[in-house]
Nanobody, 124 residues
Framework: VQLQASGGGVVQPGDSLTLSCTAS????????IGWFRQAPEQGREGISC????????YYANSVQGRFTISRDNAKNTVTLQMNSLKPEDTAVYYC??????????????????WGQGTQVTVSS
């Protein structure tokens, strides 16, 4: 499966952005999709994951209550709605997939397929 992330940009603190991850190729299997981010000189952080049917979600403490993940399997798209953005949200955001129905952990090393990153910059 190939993943394409989009929707990044430069915004001010308190603004919102919507990131999209569109899958193509072999989308017949079930995939858990995660959003990860990496700031300069930091590791890749798992911020949100969603199960293959969308019923189960995970949010890192740093984004809980501000970000919402959702998926539309008919359109092979997973969306990350980001509200109340903060400067510390600045990072390159990646979507990734693993062939699975559900997940125990939302960690980068458990995901096999990665899209290219999209830059999110939050600055006044």
């Amino acid at each position: 499966v190939q993943l394409q992330a989009s929707g990044g940009g430069v915004v001010q603190p308190g603004d919102s952005l919507t990131l999209s991850c569109t899958a193509s190729g072999d989308t017949s299997d079930k995939y858990v999709i995660g959003w990860f981010r990496q700031a300069p000189e930091q590791g890749r952080e798992g911020i949100s994951c969603v199960s293959s049917n969308g019923a189960a979600t995970y949010y890192a403490n740093s984004v809980q209550g501000r970000f919402t993940i959702s998926r539309d399997n008919a359109k092979n798209t997973v969306t990350l709605q980001m509200n109340s953005l903060k400067p510390e949200d600045t990072a390159v955001y990646y979507c990734a997939a693993v062939r699975a129905v559900g997940f125990y952990y939302c960690l980068a090393y458990t995901h096999d397929y990665w899209g290219q990153g999209t830059q999110v910059t939050v600055s006044s």
